[in-house]
């Protein structure tokens, strides 16, 4: 998620290409791609989608069909029993304050009886220096108590009588979130450099392991959020000429009091929800396959706002037809506060304003085509980034070389291989740093991390695929999406995937690279 354009990598830059001609370099691995689609049936194709055109059942999935591409929407019959958000909320630009009303549909999907909810509020993580806070909470007409945990990242709600497994319960919950402005290079929750940028600024429920609830304290190095899907309806009043980006598809816009206006979102399948404001925010739009493609930029990086929206566009073609059609009507780039990082959220991605600049195209791309990928190995198919973070961000890492074969040739592919990930990984073992990539985000140094996490995650990744081949390979990350999607997998589930698709048994290359033996 927090990647750094710190290796650099020169490539010819070339945005008419991206618009509209990504098919015509590396057009054998796309024949590939094609005939694997093609060879595996339509289905593969589809991705996850499960058959059958039933319309959803209810008003709340009837309105989400706005926010899913049309080949997907049958998507949403799968995911009834998902929580529910329905948000009525007001940002003031001036205090930098979101405040507002939730209710939460929960239907307890664990095999215990639960006495208590917990809800995680991860604007209150030192890394996004921000606040949100709950006002008060109540099931019905009753109110509940409830007690902040986790150094107040998380707030355990006392259930007024248990919750058996399958059943159903509405929380209703009063919050208000705060953010500041920030002079810092680096800044997820704040104002900064022309943008609001308030992500996970809803609290969220905790994902419920074999322990009960999930609570970790996430490292500043790492990814914060662990969270399962969900579907999200949020009704946001904010000032009539702000320029306002979230998560989701708005569906309506309607005058509130004074210069106010409304607007009515709703998010598809969605880990997250995310607002984002910035006064003098630019947008150009295209369309990639059903999805449509924004971005937004600050005025004077128009440039490479529309290089952005061209990188974006292709890699999300490109991935479509590798890994099945992700399921979002809209995907979103945003130039965020970010220096030359990176972020992911559902249907969205930041790119650090430091790759706007001049002389910086090049890292802006390869930062694009990794944010984009995250939309299938993060919030299509769920995985633990605490705990395992190899498993997405290795695997997105590894797929940005199949941008690079289809873009650019084999060759830049190639350099991008040598330079991005095995120069890191060869310069750990030179400085004795070496380690497995399946340990806990916690147990590497902040300075080891990118090298272990993501360039030699993507060995890991790039080993599998000479092992089993281009077929196997795509088949496997295919069958992971649709058996996986809108789950959460654990790494045993990749690797079992590849297996399967291969015949091969990867044990030995398992406990290589990613348990150290």
Known sequence: MKQRASFPFPLGHSPAGLAGRWTTSGLGLLALATLLVVACGLILLAGCSPGGDAPPADTFLERQRAAVIPSRQADLDRLTGVPRYTVTATLDAADLTLTGRQTIRYINSTDNTLKDIMLRL????????????????????????????????????????PLAPREMIHIDVDFHAQARAIDQEYV?????????????????????????????VAETHGDATLTDIALF????????????????????????????????????PARDFCIFAGPDLRMAQTQADEATVFSYYQPVDS?????????????????????????LAEFKIIEAPLGVRGMEYPGLSLIGDGLYAPGQLENQEFLVAHEVGHQWWYNLVGNDPLLYPWQDEGLTEYNTSFYYHLIYGPAQAQELKRVRWTIPAESLVTRGRDAPIGKPVSQYPASDYEAVVYAKGALFF??????????????????????????????????????????????DLYQQWVQGE
């Open 188 to 216: 997820l929750f704040g104002q900064a450099r022309g943008l609001l940028s308030l992500p996970s600024a809803l609290p969220l429920l905790a994902v419920h392991g074999p322990d009960g609830w999930r609570v970790d």
């Open 233 to 268: 309806e949020v009704r946001l009043t904010a000032p009539e000429l702000l320029p306002i980006v979230t998560t989701g598809v708005e569906i309506t816009t309607t005058r509130a009091s004074g210069t106010r206006i409304t607007h009515h979102i709703v998010s598809g």
């Open 462 to 507: 790039d080993a599998v695929y000479q092992a089993i081949g281009d077929v196997a390979y795509f088949t496997a990350l295919r069958a992971y999406c649709r058996d996986y999607g809108y789950r959460q997998a654990a790494p045993a589930d990749l690797v079992r995937a590849f297996e399967e698709a291969s015949g091969q048994d990867l044990g």
């Open 303 to 327: 440039a490479a706002g529309h290089s952005a929206l061209w990188e974006a566009a292709a890699a999300l073609r490109i991935y479509n037809r590798l890994f099945g059609p992700g399921p």
């Open 122 to 161: 991860y604007p209150n993580l030192p890394q996004y220096m921000g606040g949100l806070g709950i006002d008060e909470v109540w099931v019905g007409d009753q109110i509940l108590d409830w007690t902040y945990e986790a150094d107040d990242t998380a707030a355990r709600l006392f259930l007024p009588q």
